[in-house]
């Protein structure tokens, strides 16, 4: 009695060491804050790791008003306006197509090069722009609209007070260029991250706050990890953060110069890498280094259904149960 006793209380303590996550940056209960940032690869499925059932991310965006996940309904899909030069179109597109979000990203880098990535568009015409063409999306659509998302420094804080003056100057008695939603991204360390949002926090104390892409560039593989293994949990319990998107959904090998292939998701092949993997939420998850959707040639691959869930251990422990009943008789 007393050795099937120990048998059933060594298999439950097991069971429940399974579901232990001291060292897991996804300790966080709702990681529905996470989000994809849709790059385009050599092998669009590779996108498919991204959208199974099992995954904590639940919403996209492409760099623009088309959504390219159709396939999959279960992400909510958040339209850009990169810029001004086809912002009527932008504008028409929105109003057009059905789209599973009500929110709407507003100008990517603005203050950054067309050819790093940028809008390069000045404060003055940026204000112009959304007031006279953007802001109907708001208030007669409904649809939530974020600040520019300015480069994650002096220049882009500059940018952002300029912006503001200039939407004021053109609606002194209304509230200049209204907006739902702070959009930021950032390059960097740990500690500059959240100095950086603080900061904007600060600014917009109201307004949530979105992390519309974030890494840390030409950093080793061990110094971005240590990096997003910071960040996640930060980011899931600072309560004024709503969204964030890691900038890193391309293969290794197809990674640019600047950012280095340290922020990479996906490896060479397809597979995941171990930051990846820790993206979509590890050991909490399920998914591992080397996993896609199909298989790989080291033999991992997703099944329809994640195999470390809270639901297999429960159904684990309720049969342990069940079989030290039998043993104690």
């Known amino acids: 009695m007393v050795a099937a006793a120990a048998i059933v209380f060594a298999l439950l303590s097991f069971a429940s060491s399974s579901l232990a996550q001291s060292n897991d940056p996804n300790n966080a209960t709702d990681l529905s804050k996470r989000g994809l940032l849709y790059i385009p690869t050599s092998e669009p499925s590779d996108y498919n ?8 991310l639940s919403w996209y965006t492409t760099y623009s008003t088309w959504a390219t996940l159709q396939s999959n309904s279960s992400l909510e899909f958040v339209p850009m306006i990169h810029g001004t ?11 057009s197509q059905s789209s599973s979000s009500d929110n709407v990203l507003v100008f990517n880098e603005p203050d950054g090069n067309i050819s790093s990535g940028g809008s390069s568009i ?8 959304f007031v006279s063409t953007i ?21 882009g804080l500059d940018w952002l007070q300029a912006f503001n003056r200039s939407c004021y100057a053109l609606s002194p008695h209304t509230s200049g260029c209204p ?8 390059y960097g360390d740990f500690a500059g991250m959240t100095a950086w949002l603080g900061t904007l926090h600060e600014l917009y104390p ?35 953060i709503e969204r964030y998107a890691w900038f890193g959904t391309f293969r ?16 060479a092949d397809g597979g995941l890498t171990v930051l990846g993997a820790t993206y979509l939420g590890g050991d909490k998850t399920g998914f591992k280094q080397g996993e896609r959707v199909g298989g790989s040639e080291n033999g991992v691959g997703r099944m329809a ?23 104690l008789g």
């Open 135 to 155: 802001l109907p999306l708001r208030t007669n659509h409904g649809k939530k609209l974020s600040l520019p998302a300015t480069t994650g420094s002096s220049q």
């Open 179 to 186: 907006f739902d939603f702070v959009a930021a991204h950032w």
């Open 49 to 56: 790791i991204f959208t199974t059932s099992d995954s904590p």
């Open 122 to 129: 000045t404060p003055t015409d940026a204000a112009k722009t």
């Open 85 to 95: 030069n086809s912002v009527s179109d932008d504008v028409s597109a929105i109003q």
């Open 252 to 267: 290794s090998n197809e990674a640019n110069e600047w950012t280095g292939d340290g922020v990479s998701l996906l490896q």
């Open 206 to 240: 109201d307004k949530p706050v979105w992390l519309t892409e974030f890494a840390i560039p030409s950093a080793s593989v061990e110094a971005t990890q240590a990096m997003m293994n910071q960040s996640l949990p930060w980011l899931d319990a600072t309560t004024w």
């Open 305 to 327: 259904v994640a195999p470390a869930s809270v639901l297999g251990y429960c159904f684990n422990v309720a049969l342990l149960i069940a079989l030290g009943s039998l043993l």
